[in-house]
Structure formats: C-alpha cells, structure tokens
C-alpha cells in the first residue's frame, strides 16, 4: 500500500497559517476518500498541534492525526510558494501524515523517521523545495514510502 499518491500532494499553494493548512488538507484527504469524517480527523490533527507544535525546522511541518476517520494511512506533501510563520517557524513544506487508530503505532514512527531522515539531507531538501511538477515530486517522496 503506497503512502504517497500524485493526487495528495499540492504545489505552490498560498498559505497564511497553519489553521489554513490543516483546513485544506484535511479536505483533500476527504476528497481522496482517505477519510470518513473530515471533521473528525482535522479536530485530531489540531489537538496535537495544541500539545506540540509539529514544526520540525528546515522549512518543514509535519501534522498528523490518528483516528477512526482515517481508512487507511497517507502521506500528503504540500508546499507554499513561500514560507510562512508555523509557531514561530518557519515553514513551507508540509508533510501531513493521516492513519487509522489500529495497529497505527509502528508504521508512525517509521513515517516520522523516514520524513526526519531525508530532511537532513539538503539535496532532497532542495529538490523538494525547486522541482517544478507533481510527477517529480512524486518521484522524490518515494524515498520516504519504504
């Protein structure tokens, strides 16, 4: 089962804040019929950027959420045209992470990580932040679905 699809990730979007981000995204997730009950899982998402801010530094946030709402779990990848304040941090790449309450555990430290790992590399950083289409995109992401 692959994480990331080309129809969850979204380039040169306008962002004002992550409220805005979660909104948006939790949407698509719905439209992707990645989720049951977008409310639901939005309002997940949020709680946990209440209890810690998800803002990681190299331009990078990654939201997540786990609940019942989610079918099965996804990555979507969007980036600002710029960077916007997230908490004090600066962000422009998202990574918002969505998995289903059960058996969620191992397969989200393995995403976490996978995410972390890559973004301390400046090539991926880089090529993440300058590729110009979904498809490229899509093609560097696969390096973080294993």
């Known amino acids: 089962m692959a994480l990331i699809e080309k129809e969850l990730i979204c380039l040169n979007k306008e962002y004002k804040d992550k409220y805005q981000v979660i909104k948006e995204l939790s949407l698509l997730a719905k439209d992707c019929d990645k989720v049951s009950d977008v409310e639901d899982y939005e309002n997940t998402v949020l709680q946990r950027e209440e209890e810690f801010s998800t803002a990681i ?22 980036r600002a045209t710029q960077s916007f304040k997230w908490d ?12 289903p309450l059960k058996n969620s555990a191992e397969i989200h430290m393995r995403i976490l990580n996978n995410i972390a790992v890559n973004l301390t590399d ?18 560097i992401l696969q390096m973080i679905d294993k």
Request: net charge negative; aromatic share 10%; glycine share 6%.
């Open 122 to 139: 400046e090539d991926f950083r880089n090529a993440l932040l300058t590729s110009t289409n979904e498809k490229e995109i899509f093609d």
């Open 57 to 78: 530094g190299c331009l990078s946030a990654v939201p997540h959420g786990e609940c019942d709402s989610v079918k099965e779990p996804f990555i979507i990848f969007s």
């Open 88 to 99: 004090e941090i600066d962000v422009q790449m998202i990574f918002m992470i969505g998995l």
